[in-house]
Structures are given as structure tokens and as C-alpha cells.
């Protein structure tokens, strides 16, 4: 049966959580057990998929098809372990839940209350698959006090209750604020946020500190008196140059150690960590650079395409290059000829999003890419923006356009050789949809098969003809209009298993153009680097050279 650790957050927001939760999995894994981390969001959408990136960040997306916290996706980077539906929930999900029981006459006439039905519901969840694995890691979304969650930590307090003494622990990550005019690290906002915390119930097992600088012993031992926990369990997490060395630095801390001291595990198994060392090493002892533009719309925060920030960083690790990304407003040349915002990058890509803003922009990249033989990997909405380039340039479409952006603006415009899909298989079943649907779920969502072309770039780059990636979106390339555009040298060289959805197009007389259906990002790792952001790299590497 697992053990419980539930990590909580106090001060304020965005310090770390879900990176603090992640490098504790893979510390464990490290000593050799087997570990499933899980996100309890407290706000009230079902889940993110419908949220704007500027609110939420990246959507992580599950093989099984679930809309999730970016926080998922750091999860999976530091483990390995696939997420999956039963790993991120909402209160939106829980009392959707719950109403749904209710009108269904499960409660057999009871008072709805959120103790003990909403409560209940929370621990039903927390225990999803708990005789899997070694180690259960909970993470509760946003800070102590805020109302929204109040429910989760009350369920969290009842399901330690519930288990048998020594099974479930608390960490707790705060804020020490250095003041500078006095010289101070100041630990008055972590007391006030474990006295929070201990009012209703719950009382730290280890607390985690985010400073800028280590934390001096009378700190950590004003913090260990005045919140009631053990001085080695007082961990700093300081700033770092990179993600990747985290796992490394709370080891240092002595974060797992603290964490089977507080379950009583003695002797407890030495930690391997020649895999983080490694991946260390390769952050910060790279061979050379290369540039890449992220050609997007939503720049001003990088959250929103955190995953492929990283595949990008996973990719220069496995060439021993340092990638610098640099963010590029596609609206900076919707109207405009986009040379002088493109010249001097080894490569180009154009990610995923929605709507018509900025996709003339995204258009103009792919032309710049095509044309000047750059390095070029369209994901999602960027392969459907290379497919139009290559119609109306090209194939001579001049017209040629998405359904997407016909629905957006009321009325058609475009010859649509991206249309709204309508139908397509999962598993053994067919799924419809139509335009006029619920936004949220209703996407392609998941994992799904596609066989790549014998010959081809990406059979080359993958080293096989089938393969499995993640995909959300509801637009599609137009099978129709294949043989015109193949005519032209844009191969259509991935295809669903059935042979009716476009996975995958590349220039033939190109170095590196690549357009892709589906989202790689989601599936890479700083020690196993997604095929094509490897490859993508290093063609970089290679334009880079002759620069």
C-alpha cells in the first residue's frame, strides 16, 4: 500500500511546487521505488482545456486524453511516468461529480454538503490506484487560505486520519523574503503560513523554502522552533540556473532523506543519481549554441509553451548545444515581410494554438523557412500554417485557408484545405463531433497510432514506420487536396492508420521542414530527448555551422 506525502503551498503563488514534488519523485525513484505524483486543482473549471494560455499556461495533455496543469507535464519530464486521468483533478471535476450522483439518486435522499460528500469525493480520488506503487505524491494547487481550497486540505486532514498512523506526511513550500534595506531573510510569512496551516488541522512534516541564498542556522532554527518541526527538515531550495539541477540540489538539501526519516524507513536504500549527474553535465558544459525563434502568438508568457521550451532543451542536451530561444510576436509581421525578424536564427518553429491572431504571421515564418532552407518544425497549428503556405504559394490556392478561422469570423472567406473533423476513430470506436459542440473535452485528445512513410525524413528520424503521439486539436488537413500539394513537393509522409488524417507533411527538397499533427513536446525528457526535437536540433547544429 502507498505511502502519502501531500505537498501544500503558503505565501504567495509560483514558487515551485509542482518542480519541488517532481524532484522528490525522481529522488525516490533514485532510491529504487516506484512513485505516481497527482494534482488537486481547487479552481472551478472542469479542467484548463477551455482557460486562455495567458491565464493558465500550457495544457498538458495525457495519453488517455485528459486536459491538465502544466504541473503534469514537469511530473512526467522528472520521472518518466506516463499521467493519466486519475492524476489531475478540479474542483470543477469534484462537484461535477457529485451533482451528477445527486440527480442520479446515489445519496438516497441525503442533505448534499461539502462534509462529508465533497470531501469524500476528494479521498475516493486521492486513492485511485494507491496499492500501485511505493509512493503517492499529492499536490494541492495555490496557497493556504485561499477559500476555494478549503475542501481539499479538510479532505486531505480526514484521509490522514483515515490511514494508519505513519502512512501519510505533510511539506510544506513557503517564501523567505530577503529584505534587503535591513539584510534580513525573513521568517515571519512562513510562521504565519504553517499557523494557517495548523488551523485548520493539518501541521508540516518538513518544511521547503524558496530563498535567493542559502538559509544560516538561526533561521533554520527559528523556523524548526516556531513551526514545530525538525531542524534537518528545514530545506532550502534556492535559486537555480536550471530545472534539471533541482533533483541534485534538494538531494543535497537532504530533501529525501527527510522525507523517510518522517516515514521512519531505516535503513533506507542509497540513492542513484548518476542519470541527474549526467543530465547536469550536459546543461552546463555544452560544445556550442544555436539559435531558434518560437514564432507564437502568446510570447509574453513563456508558461504557455512551457513543454516545448523544454523539448528544445532536451534536444541541445542530447547534441551538447545550448539552445537559445528567443520568443517572437508573430503579429510583428502579420502585414509585413518577416526577413528582418528571421534572419540570423539556425531554425524555426511555429508551435500549437487557436484561432485566426497571428496565424498570417505564422504563414510568413513557414514561407521564410521554405525558402531560405531554415531548419523549420510546425507542431499542430504550425503544420496546418505550412499546409496553407505550400497551397497558396506553391500549389497555386491562392484562396487557401482554415475553417477555423471561417467559424471565428462569421462567414467564408477561405478555400478550407484545414476543415473542421467532424469524425474520426478511437480504439475500436468512432467519435462525431460537430461545430456547434460544447468547447470544452470535445477535442482530438490523446494518444493515436500513425504509420510514417518508408523513405521518409521522419521514418529516418523516429527509426521506425509506426508510431504514438499525443494530439489536441479539432481542425485537420484536408486529405483532399494531398495530391496537389504532393505534386509540389510537400509529401504527406505520416498518416492515421486508416489512411484518412494527414500526421505528418515534409518539403522533400528541404534540409529540415517538418510539419506534425500532434504535439511531441508533451512526450520528451531531459535523459530520453523526443526523436524529432533531437533531430530538429541538430539540423540546427548543422545550419549553425554554415552561418
Not at 511505493?134 to 476555494?148: A, H, Q, R, Y
Not at 558544459?285 to 513543454?307: H, R
Not at 525558402?371 to 523549420?376: A, D, L, Q
Amino acid at each position: 500500500m502507498a505511502r502519502f506525502i501531500f505537498i501544500t503551498g503558503g505565501v504567495v503563488s509560483s514558487l515551485g511546487k509542482g518542480l519541488a514534488s517532481a524532484a522528490l519523485g525522481a529522488l525516490l525513484q533514485a532510491r529504487g521505488y516506484s512513485v505516481r505524483l497527482r494534482k488537486l486543482d481547487p479552481y472551478l473549471n472542469v479542467d484548463p482545456g477551455t482557460m486562455s494560455p495567458f491565464e493558465h499556461g500550457e495544457v498538458f495533455v495525457t495519453d488517455d486524453g485528459a486536459e491538465t496543469d502544466l504541473d503534469l507535464g514537469h511530473y512526467e519530464r522528472f520521472t518518466g511516468v506516463p499521467a493519466r486521468k486519475t492524476d489531475s483533478i478540479s474542483s470543477g471535476r469534484i462537484y461535477t461529480n457529485v451533482l451528477e450522483k445527486e440527480r442520479r439518486g446515489d445519496y438516497l435522499g441525503k442533505t448534499i454538503q461539502v462534509i462529508p460528500h465533497v470531501t469524500n469525493e476528494i479521498k475516493d480520488f486521492i486513492s485511485i490506484g494507491e496499492d500501485e506503487v511505493d509512493f503517492m505524491l499529492c499536490e494541492i494547487g495555490g496557497t493556504v487560505g485561499d477559500i476555494e481550497g478549503l475542501p481539499f486540505f479538510e479532505a486531505i486532514r480526514q484521509f490522514s486520519q483515515d490511514k494508519p498512523r505513519g502512512q501519510c506526511i505533510f511539506m510544506h513550500l513557503t517564501l523567505l523574503p530577503y529584505i534587503k534595506a535591513s539584510g534580513e531573510l525573513k521568517t515571519k510569512p512562513t510562521q504565519h503560513s504553517v499557523k494557517e496551516l495548523r488551523s485548520i488541522g493539518l501541521a508540516p512534516d518538513i518544511l521547503v523554502c524558496r530563498s535567493e541564498g542559502p538559509i544560516p542556522v538561526k533561521e533554520r532554527e527559528k523556523l524548526a522552533l516556531f513551526c514545530n518541526v525538525r531542524a534537518d527538515s528545514v530545506i532550502a531550495a534556492q535559486d537555480l540556473k536550471s530545472i534539471y539541477e533541482a533533483p541534485l540540489a534538494y538531494h543535497r538539501e537532504g530533501l529525501d532523506q527527510a522525507v523517510l526519516d518522517a516515514f521512519g524507513i531505516a535503513p533506507a536504500p542509497r540513492p542513484t543519481l548518476d542519470t541527474w549527474e549526467d543530465v547536469a553535465d550536459r546543461i552546463y558544459n555544452p560544445e556550442g549554441e544555436v539559435k531558434v525563434a518560437i514564432v507564437g502568438k502568446y510570447t509574453q508568457l513563456e508558461d504557455a509553451y512551457k513543454s516545448i521550451a523544454e523539448a528544445l532543451t532536451h534536444g541541445g542536451m542530447a547534441n551538447r548545444v545550448k539552445v537559445r530561444i528567443e520568443w517572437v510576436d508573430a503579429e510583428l509581421f502579420d502585414k509585413e515581410d518577416a526577413t528582418p525578424y528571421l534572419q540570423g536564427f539556425h531554425a524555426i518553429l511555429v508551435p500549437g494554438g487557436f484561432g485566426e491572431r497571428g496565424t498570417e504571421g505564422k504563414i510568413k515564418a513557414a514561407q521564410y523557412a521554405r525558402e531560405h532552407k531554415v531548419p523549420y518544425l510546425g507542431i499542430c497549428l504550425g503544420m496546418q500554417m505550412a499546409v496553407i503556405e505550400a497551397a497558396r504559394n506553391v500549389a497555386g490556392i491562392e484562396e487557401a485557408g482554415s475553417e477555423e478561422f471561417d467559424h471565428e469570423a462569421g462567414k467564408k472567406r477561405f478555400e478550407p484545405v484545414v476543415y473542421h473533423l467532424k469524425e474520426w476513430v478511437q480504439g475500436n470506436h468512432k467519435v462525431s463531433r460537430s461545430a456547434d459542440d460544447d468547447k470544452g473535452g470535445t477535442m482530438r485528445l490523446g494518444a493515436y497510432d500513425a504509420s510514417l512513410a518508408d523513405g521518409s525524413k521522419v521514418a529516418e528520424v523516429y527509426g521506425s514506420t509506426s508510431i504514438e503521439e499525443r494530439h489536441r486539436h479539432r481542425y485537420e488537413v484536408d486529405i483532399k487536396y494531398r495530391e496537389k500539394l504532393e505534386a509540389c513537393g510537400l509529401k504527406f509522409t505520416g498518416m492515421s492508420p486508416d489512411g484518412r488524417l494527414p500526421e505528418i507533411v515534409e518539403w522533400s527538397d528541404h534540409p529540415w521542414f517538418i510539419g506534425v499533427q500532434f504535439h511531441p513536446e508533451l512526450k520528451s525528457k531531459p535523459f530520453d530527448p523526443h526523436p524529432l526535437f533531437k533531430d530538429f536540433v541538430r539540423a540546427a547544429k548543422e545550419t549553425s555551422r554554415l552561418v
